[in-house]
């Protein structure tokens, strides 16, 4: 099966690395380009914690982040944690795929004032977070490449759902397999099949490609 991956890079060649050791073909076709944005860091005493929902947070942020690492660091699933990491956190906590249920988490250990280092065009998560602070952009694409062949399009963010959704024809003729439910809602409706991952974690949705494939496409 041939698997439309639309997320910007570095991520899209990771996703594509990771779908052809499960048999599947990638198509890559990212739907944003990423750059750094200018940042002025804030008194990393004002917090206690640290968010990430996106390794681009810590990827790109640059060398204002060298005043957080020694705060708890809450990443959105292990590859954010593993860029966490990367960018010298030494206390990395992993959360589940969702920015939301990441700050119930902190909150659960007695969280009260996080900064989220995010992107440009971001989902607020509420508290614990009390600054929310854009590290980078993502720049949207105008269209889609001409010619491309696919048999399922993987959505792994609402927005780059929304995007899919608006630039795509056809969408009758066109499967897609949603990380969350989230993610699904954000596509709309009109498609030859909509599938849900069984958790917000790219794995899930791998597998989930990766079984729509043995079924001709069927769950």
């Not at 690492?69 to 590859?79: E, K, M, S, T």
């Not at 909150?107 to 980078?136: K, M, N, Q, T, W």
């Not at 993987?154 to 993610?183: D, K, T, Y």
Request: proline content about 7%.
């Amino acid at each position: 099966m041939r698997v439309l991956i639309l997320r910007p890079q570095p991520g899209a060649d990771e996703t594509a690395e990771k779908a052809r050791a499960m048999g599947l073909e990638p198509v890559l076709a990212p739907l944003f380009k990423v750059r750094p944005l200018a940042w002025t860091a804030p008194d990393s005493r004002n917090f206690d914690a640290v968010f990430v929902t996106s390794a681009n947070g810590v990827r790109l942020a640059g060398d204002g982040l060298t005043s957080f690492v020694d705060l708890p660091c809450y990443a959105v699933g292990q590859r954010t944690a593993a860029a966490a990491e990367a960018a010298g956190f030494a206390d990395v906590r992993a959360g589940p795929g969702d920015g939301r249920a990441l700050a119930a988490m902190a909150i659960a250990e007695d969280v009260s004032a996080a900064v989220h280092f995010c992107g440009r065009d971001h989902i607020e998560l509420g508290p614990p977070v009390v600054a929310e602070i854009p590290v980078y952009a993502a720049d949207p694409a105008k269209t889609l490449p001409e010619g491309i062949a696919y048999d399922l399009a993987l959505l792994h963010s609402p927005r780059a759902a929304a995007l899919f959704a608006e630039l795509i024809g056809g969408r009758g003729a066109i499967r897609i397999a949603a990380i969350s439910e989230q993610v699904s809602a954000a596509a709309g409706t009109g498609w030859r099949s909509v599938s849900v991952a069984e958790a917000p974690r790219e794995q899930a949705l791998l597998e989930l490609a990766a079984k729509l494939c043995q079924n001709g496409g069927r769950r």
